[in-house]
C-alpha cells in the first residue's frame, strides 16, 4: 500500500510529468528502433527466449545491432565483447556527466540508474538541468523519461521479435531512430564549440569507417574530445 502511495505521489509529481512530456515526443522513433531491433534479433537465428533476454539485459539498441551479425557468423567472444564495448563507449562519457548529478547517491542506486539511463534520457536530461548541480528534481524528471522510454523500447523490440515474419526488411524502419537521434543531437549544438566537437567526430568517423570492430566510433570520440579540449582550454586563456 505504501509502494503504490509513493508511486501515485511520483505520478503526479511536476518533475516527473516533465520527464514524460519530453521524452513521449522522440518516441515515434525510439518504436521504430526498438522494433528493428527485435526484428533483427530473431532473423539473426537467436530463439525466442534469448531474443527476448538480450532485450531485457542488453537493452542498448545499437550494441545489439551490431552485435547480431557477429552472432550469427560465429565470431569468437572476444570479438563479439570487444565490438560492443567500442560501439558503447560513449556511454563512459555519459557516465561521467552523470556523476555530477547522481554521484552522491548509494551505489545500488547509481548501478540502478546506469541500466535504465539511455542516449535519449542523457539527452533530455542535461538539455533541461544545463548547469551539473544535484537537485532534488532531477530525479523525478529522470525517472519520468524512463517511465516512457524503457516500456517503449522493450514493447516494441518483443512486438519486433514476435512479428518477425511478418515485417519486411526492405520497409527500413530502423532508419527512423537515427533521425531522431540525429534531430535530438542538433538541439545541442548551441554553442560555436559544440559544433566543431560534431563535425569532428562526424568527420573522423567517416574518415576511419573502414577499420574493424567499430573503431572508427573510438576515433571519432577521441578526437572529438580533444578538439573540445583544446577549444575549451584557448578560450579560457583568452578570457
Given amino acids: ?68 551479425p557477429l552472432i550469427a557468423a560465429g565470431a569468437p567472444l572476444w570479438v563479439l565483447l570487444a565490438t560492443a564495448f567500442c560501439v558503447n ?53 529522470f525517472w519520468g523519461g524512463v517511465a516512457v522510454n524503457w516500456p517503449t523500447w522493450q514493447a516494441c523490440s518483443f512486438t519486433g521479435i514476435l512479428l518477425a515474419d511478418s515485417i519486411p526488411a526492405h520497409w527500413g524502419i530502423g532508419f527512423a531512430g537515427v533521425l531522431a537521434l540525429l534531430g535530438l543531437s542538433y538541439s545541442l549544438l548551441s554553442e560555436k564549440t559544440l559544433w566543431w566537437v560534431a563535425l569532428t567526430a562526424g568527420a573522423v568517423s567517416i574518415a576511419t569507417y573502414a577499420l574493424p570492430l567499430k573503431l572508427n566510433i573510438l576515433c571519432a570520440i577521441v578526437a572529438a574530445g580533444a578538439v573540445g579540449w583544446w577549444l575549451d582550454a584557448r578560450k579560457a586563456r583568452h578570457e
Avoid: C
Avoid at 503504490?4 to 521504430?32: C, K, N, T
Avoid at 548509494?106 to 544535484?134: E, G, H, S
Fill in 1 to 68: 500500500m505504501q509502494l503504490v502511495e509513493r508511486l501515485r505521489a511520483l505520478a503526479a509529481d511536476a518533475d516527473f510529468r516533465q520527464g514524460v512530456r519530453d521524452m513521449a515526443s522522440p518516441s515515434l522513433g525510439l518504436a521504430a528502433w526498438g522494433l528493428v531491433t527485435g526484428v533483427t534479433m530473431v532473423k539473426s537465428g537467436l530463439s525466442l527466449p534469448l531474443a527476448f533476454g538480450m532485450s531485457l539485459l542488453v537493452f542498448a539498441g545499437s550494441a545489439q545491432l551490431t552485435a547480431l
Fill in 89 to 141: 563507449l560513449r556511454f563512459v562519457i555519459f557516465s561521467a556527466q552523470w556523476r555530477h548529478y547522481f554521484g552522491h547517491l548509494p551505489r545500488a542506486q547509481r548501478l540502478m540508474r546506469t541500466y535504465f539511463a539511455a542516449d535519449l534520457n542523457f539527452v533530455y536530461f542535461v538539455k533541461r538541468f544545463p548547469d551539473p548541480v544535484a537537485q532534488p528534481a532531477q530525479a523525478r524528471y
